[in-house]
Nanobody, 127 residues
Framework: QVQLVESGGGLVQAGGSLRLSCVAS????????VGWFRQAPGKEREFVAA????????VYADSVKGRFTISRDNAKSTVYLQMNSLKPEDTAVYYC????????????????????WGQGTQVTVSS
């Protein structure tokens, strides 16, 4: 059974940093792209960042480019999201998700391609 578990969320002041982790189990972790998505209160879930199987390709939403960095350690079945220069508008529940389509190209920002999702971790940025 595939399971994704996020951690690392919390309360931080604007300008601060957090690092989220997504640990996978029950899956050959090196054969899936992984994405981070977020959902703020009253808003639709949106794409944040994604990383390819091998970790060689990353894609970011324009709103987080230059501030967030996604990385992965396949030996630890873990994907990270380093979030710097946080803003109040980054407040949301952050989810990681896995895309098992058989390709190692540029990862997709499209939620429908991600078949397994974690439960989410809350990130709150105070002004």
């Amino acid at each position: 059974q595939v399971q994704l578990v996020e951690s690392g969320g919390g309360l931080v002041q604007a300008g601060g940093s957090l690092r989220l982790s997504c640990v996978a189990s029950g899956v050959k972790f090196g054969s899936c792209a992984v994405g981070w998505f977020r959902q703020a209160p009253g808003k639709e879930r949106e794409f944040v960042a994604a990383i390819s199987w091998s970790g060689g390709r990353m894609v970011y939403a324009d709103s987080v480019k230059g501030r967030f960095t996604i990385s992965r350690d396949n030996a630890k079945s873990t994907v990270y999201l380093q979030m710097n220069s946080l803003k109040p508008e980054d407040t949301a529940v952050y989810y990681c998700a896995a895309d098992f389509r058989p390709r190692d190209g540029t990862p997709s920002p499209t939620q429908n391609f991600y078949t397994y999702w974690g439960q989410g971790t809350q990130v709150t940025v105070s002004s």
